[in-house]
């Protein structure tokens, strides 16, 4: 007794297995690259008797390939993981939310170090420093007691 279901529809990964149902896994391996198959036509066709009255089934696509109305959709996050417009929008998206938050930050940082001149914690730069001889005479020891430090 032949099986109800089309020998050719089988997993896309794995040929030697199939799902009973329709299933978006399962592919029509009748083809050199197994193409996914429409849910409808798996249950009108490839998962009942009627496979055998199938082209690909018949002749093996051999005409013109799988065709396109019998290629299964892909799920819209497949679609939008492919889509290159999704892809650049994200990004723009993401880039945008960035310079809103680093901005204001970056802006924060620039402000700190201009107070921290102005209340003296970092020297403006053209402030000038003594040089070694002038620390060292600037303590000269008195009445013959030497300077530790």
Not at 50 to 64: F, K, L, Q, V
Not at 66 to 85: G, H, I, Q, S, V
Not at 89 to 107: D, E, G, H, K, M
Not at 114 to 141: F, Q, S, V, W
């Amino acid at each position: 007794m032949e099986s109800k279901i089309c020998p050719y529809l089988c997993l896309v990964d794995d040929p030697s297995s199939c799902k009973d149902f329709p299933y978006e896994g399962n592919a029509c391996h009748r083809v050199k690259k197994p193409v996914p198959v429409k849910l409808s036509y798996q249950k009108s066709h490839c998962l009942t008797e009627a496979h055998t009255r199938c082209a690909g089934y018949i002749t093996g696509w051999e005409t013109g390939g799988f065709p396109k109305f019998l290629r299964a959709d892909y799920p819209n996050w497949k679609r939008a993981l492919f889509n290159t417009k999704v892809w650049l929008v994200s990004l723009s998206i993401i880039f945008l939310f960035l310079l809103v938050i680093l901005i204001p930050q970056i802006t924060n940082i620039g402000e700190e170090i201009g107070a921290r001149n102005n209340d003296g914690l970092i020297p403006p730069a053209e402030t000038e420093y003594p040089t070694l001889t002038e620390t060292l005479y600037a303590h000269k020891p008195t009445n013959g007691h030497t300077n530790t430090q």
